[in-house]
Structure formats: C-alpha cells, structure tokens
C-alpha cells in the first residue's frame, strides 16, 4: 500500500515553483501552497482571510456520486471545522501532476487520507474497528480558479467513485493532526523555492 506522506501536500507545486519565473503563475502556486498547508495543519481559519480568498468563494465538491455546493466563508468556514473536529483533515495527493494557467491551477490527484474508523464509519462504510485509522484512497481532478489579485475564488472537486479504497493502516504509518501540525510548521515558516537564475544565465 502507498502510504500517504503529509509531507507530499507541497511536493508538486514546489517543483513548479522551482522553475516558474511568470509572476502571477507564482502568486497562485504560492497561494495554492500556503492553503494546502494550513488546511492540512488544522489552521484552516487563515485560508478565509481577504488576501487569501475571494468574499464570496463558491466551492463545488462532487464525491461518492453525491454533489454539494458550499457558497461564501461562513459555509466554506463550517465545513473546514467540521473536517478539523472529526480529526479528518489529514489528506493529500499520493502522487499528483499540477498545471498553472492565468485563470488558475488544473490538479489530477491520486489523493490519500488518514482517518479515524468511526468517521468513515458514520459516513456509511463497513468499518471493523472504530477505533483504528484506515487509509482512504482515490483519483480526484480538480479547479481552482483565482481572480485578478490572485485570490482563490472556489475549488471544483470531481472523484473517480469507482477509484475508492479503504485499508487499515499499520499504526506506525499514521499521521495524526497533531503530529501533521508539527510536520508542516516549518514549511509554512520557510521561503519557498524559486527559479535558479544560474538556470537561465
């Protein structure tokens, strides 16, 4: 089983940020990148701030063949601390590939999770022990559009159903929110890469 390293959340958009010299190109990645880690860290109250995202941000989330829409930073903000009381913001890609355009970023992830058994257990999956942590995986595409100042403006999420699989993980292999928070800490407070100018020299 690959095992999702929480590390890998900034993998990709590091690599880009590594060789991308278009300024807003890098205001998006960097956007994109801080999001991802405060997210994953539980601190998702720092991705509604106005320089982060849009007044009225529309996320379209599609997965386990449902549909739902979450409109304005007040819903966005409930479904974030719903995600960080269930303990279940522990996610990321396994592996992905990232594209920046002017309008945004075009993401396809094979995405993984860590959760509590119980929480894939009230949300109706054949869990044999509440208590373990199992992995989630799956392949997810997603959009995320940003306006004229780099702002996110919403994420457009789309799973592959079919893709879904549930493993019980090997306790050494679990990452918790707590020991996420801890991993991730020091690439919030780190600059992130930019282009080697000797690369162009």
């Known amino acids: 089983m690959n095992v999702f390293d929480v590390r890998d959340v900034v993998k990709e958009p590091d690599a880009l940020l590594a060789v991308t010299e278009n300024p807003r190109h890098r205001a998006i990645l960097l956007n994109f990148r801080r999001h991802a880690l405060l997210e994953v860290s539980g601190r998702w109250r720092e991705i509604l701030q106005p320089g982060m995202i849009v007044d009225e941000p529309l996320y379209r989330i599609n997965e386990k063949g449902a549909s739902f829409q979450l409109r304005g930073t007040a819903e966005i903000g409930a479904f974030y601390a719903g995600l960080t009381d269930a303990r279940a913001n522990v996610f990321g890609p396994i592996t992905d590939q990232v ?68 493993v019980k993980m090997d306790p050494a292999d679990v990452i918790t929110p707590e020991r996420a928070r801890e991993l991730l800490t020091p690439l919030l407070d780190s600059a992130p890469p930019g282009p080697d100018p000797a690369a162009h020299g």
Request: charged share 25%; hydrophobic share 40%; aromatic share 14%.
């Open 99 to 166: 594209a920046v355009a002017d309008w945004g970023l075009a993401i396809e992830s094979f995405f993984g999770h860590h959760l509590p058994g119980r929480v894939l257990a009230e949300q109706g999956e054949d869990i044999d022990d509440p208590d373990a942590y199992y992995q989630l995986t799956h392949y997810m595409a997603s959009f995320w559009p940003y306006d004229a100042d780099c702002r996110l403006i919403g994420e457009h999420i789309y799973e592959d159903a079919g893709s879904r699989r549930i």
